[in-house]
Nanobody, 123 residues
Framework: QVQLVESGGGLVQAGDSLRLSCTASGGIFSTYNMGWFRQAPGKEREFVAAISRYGGGKYYADSVKGRFTISREYAKSTVYLQMNSLKPEDTAVYYC????????????????WGQGTQVTVSS
């Protein structure tokens, strides 16, 4: 049983950087795979990045590879998404999620979700 709270979203210009944070409570943080998803207006939720239980595996959508970095800090029960070289097409609500399952790119595999944080990138 996990509760997730995202923070760090905002309005930035193309080329800028932003770091999202997701803090977990109510569970054992090291037992969960963690992921970031996003949903743009008029589109379905899509996979962005994921990190495995002990940090050994990191996965990214092709659209963000080389620009975004996912990490986790166990002492703070927090997962981060560092977003660099932001583009207008990155505009979306970003969601943090936790999973005990293995298919980390699939939203259906995640059991717990945060409330989302808005990221808007202007041109």
């Amino acid at each position: 049983q996990v509760q997730l709270v995202e923070s760090g979203g905002g309005l930035v210009q193309a080329g800028d950087s932003l770091r999202l944070s997701c803090t977990a409570s109510g569970g054992i943080f090291s037992t969960y795979n963690m992921g970031w998803f996003r949903q743009a207006p008029g589109k379905e939720r899509e996979f962005v990045a994921a990190i495995s239980r002990y940090g050994g595996g990191k996965y990214y959508a092709d659209s963000v590879k080389g620009r975004f970095t996912i990490s986790r800090e166990y002492a703070k029960s927090t997962v981060y998404l560092q977003m660099n070289s932001l583009k207008p097409e990155d505009t979306a609500v970003y969601y943090c999620a936790a999973s005990t399952r293995a298919a980390l790119r699939a939203s259906d595999e995640y059991e717990y979700w945060g409330q989302g944080t808005q990221v808007t990138v202007s041109s």
